[in-house]
Every structure is written in structure tokens, then in C-alpha cells.
């Protein structure tokens, strides 16, 4: 994820993540980021979502 600009995901859980996978043997997914939703403010750190 640092390679696509995202850097302050250092700290996401993913253990769950990659035993689901492991355990399903799919590893196709989709991470998108999007900004927290704070009323008038111009920067805010990403809110991660990971559909599988």
C-alpha cells in the first residue's frame, strides 16, 4: 500500500484478513480508502475498507 501513496495503514489489522483467505484459498480483493468524514476540517486520515 506504501508504494500507492497510502502511507498511515502501517498499523491495519490484516491477521483475520490473511487467515480468511487462508482458509478459503481466495486471495482476489479490492482495498479502497476514503477520508474520515469530519465537518469542516481539510485533511483527515483514511478509513480502509477491504471487500473480498
Known amino acids: 500500500m506504501r ?3 497510502v502511507l498511515m ?3 491495519a489489522w490484516l491477521d ?3 487467515a ?3 482458509e478459503d484459498g481466495h486471495y482476489g480483493l479490492l482495498c479502497a480508502t476514503g477520508p474520515l468524514k ?3 476540517d481539510s ?3 483514511v ?3 477491504v471487500v473480498r
Do not use: K, Q, Y
Open 38 to 40: 469530519v465537518v469542516g
Open 3 to 5: 508504494n500507492m501513496g
Open 16 to 18: 483475520n484478513l490473511a
Open 20 to 22: 480468511d483467505c487462508a
Open 43 to 45: 485533511d483527515s486520515p
Open 9 to 11: 495503514t502501517e498499523i
Open 47 to 49: 478509513d480502509p475498507i
